[in-house]
């Protein structure tokens, strides 16, 4: 149990053009599920928290008219890099938590964008 | 605001042998969780091992065990008869457990271990 899936696994988009990721929690209710992004060879970096039916929370730095985050249900979650640059080119990673303590990851999204 | 902290960018370990991955944190809670992850080349985020502050035992997962030192904010993983598979990145986490506390969690930065044949 407390599978997390991310789709796409990988994706290449051209500068400008938006891109969208889900995050789904396929066996369980998430009532919390976070965004990190990690570049190549350092650690996670909490983007955001997004709770089901509210705003999310935005990490100081995060630009949240950039980085759109919906929680529509207590199973998906989407983050739409808008208008991404090459700088947005990076590995994007969800994590759902449900009542209890862990957090359970997904397997990651690589973002390229060119 | 809390912090972790890896001093150990690397480190390398012979199969069968033993390694000792270094985590120190800081924070005024009293009440807490520590994990360690791993993240090997897949770069799916695996959870090794989790230890409540308020438990005084360390936790211990087969091969995998922890010292969990609160009063020097201490949180080591010690790693039994390495395995090749055992290469990856491990981090260090901390997670907050007061009612009305966040549930996000900080990393380290994170140690990368590989183990030789």
């Known amino acids: 149990g407390a599978v997390v899936s991310q789709h796409p696994s990988w994706v290449i988009c051209k500068s400008g053009t938006s891109v969208k990721i889900e995050c789904r929690s396929l066996d369980f209710q998430a009532t919390t599920m976070f965004w990190y992004r990690q570049f190549p060879k350092q650690s996670l970096m909490l983007m955001a928290t997004s709770n089901e039916g509210s705003k999310a929370t935005y990490e100081q730095g995060v630009e949240k008219d950039k980085f759109l985050i919906n929680h529509a249900s207590l199973t998906l979650s989407t983050l739409t890099v808008t208008s991404a640059h090459p700088e947005d080119s990076s590995f994007y990673i969800c994590?759902?938590?449900?009542?209890?303590?862990?957090?359970?990851f997904g397997p990651g999204t690589r973002l390229t964008v060119t | 605001a809390q912090t972790v902290t890896q001093s150990q960018p690397e480190m390398s370990v012979q199969e069968a042998e033993t390694v000792t991955l270094s985590c120190t944190y800081d924070?005024?809670?009293?009440?807490?969780?520590l994990f360690w992850y791993k993240q090997p080349p897949s770069r799916q985020m695996i959870l090794v091992i989790r230890?409540?502050?308020?438990?005084?035992q360390n936790a211990t997962e087969n091969r995998f065990s922890v010292n969990f030192q609160k009063a020097a904010k201490s949180f080591s993983l010690k790693i039994s008869d390495s395995q090749l598979g055992d290469a990856a990145m491990y981090f260090c986490?901390?997670?907050?457990?007061?009612?009305?506390?966040?549930?996000?969690?900080?990393f380290g930065k994170g140690t990368k271990l590989t183990v030789n044949p």
């Open positions: 924070t005024s809670e009293s009440d807490y969780y």
């Open positions: 986490a901390y997670r907050s457990d007061f009612q009305g506390g966040s549930e996000k969690l900080v």
């Open positions: 994590s759902a938590h449900r009542d209890g303590v862990e957090q359970y």
């Open positions: 230890q409540e502050a308020y438990k005084q």
